[in-house]
C-alpha cells in the first residue's frame, strides 16, 4: 500500500488528492506553494492547528472537501489517505460514512 501521507504533496500525482490540497489550503487562507514540500501528514497537521474549524462552508466551491467520503471512488489516492487516517486512529472506514472530507 502507498503511504500517502508520508508522500510530498506534489509527487501525487492524482487530480482528485491535488484538489484537496487546493482545496484545504484555500479554506485556510494559506499560498498552497508553501506546502508542496511537505508531506501530507505536515499539511494535516497544520490544518489540525488551525485557530478555526474548518468545514465546508469555508469552502466557496463544491469539491473533494465537499464529497460524502462514501462516495469517493475506493482506488482514489483521496479515499486512500482516509483509509491511513482511520488506520492511524484505530478505527474503520464506516467511520466516515456520511461525513464529508473535511470533517
Not at 43 to 60: D, F, I, V
Not at 81 to 87: A, P, S, T
Request: aromatic fraction near 8%; include cysteine.
Amino acid at each position: 500500500m502507498t503511504r500517502y501521507l508520508e508522500k510530498k504533496i506534489r509527487e501525487v500525482h492524482d487530480e482528485d488528492f491535488q484538489s484537496l490540497i487546493d482545496e484545504l489550503c484555500h479554506c485556510a487562507g494559506w499560498d498552497r506553494e508553501q506546502f508542496d514540500n511537505h508531506t501530507t501528514r505536515f499539511l494535516l497537521m497544520a490544518t489540525g492547528k488551525e485557530a478555526r474549524t474548518l468545514s465546508h462552508q469555508h469552502s466557496a466551491f463544491k469539491g473533494v472537501l465537499t464529497t460524502k467520503v462514501d462516495k469517493l471512488r475506493p482506488e482514489s489516492v483521496v479515499f486512500s489517505v482516509c483509509q491511513e487516517l482511520v488506520r492511524l486512529k484505530h478505527s474503520h472506514i464506516e467511520a466516515f460514512d456520511g461525513k464529508l472530507c473535511c470533517h
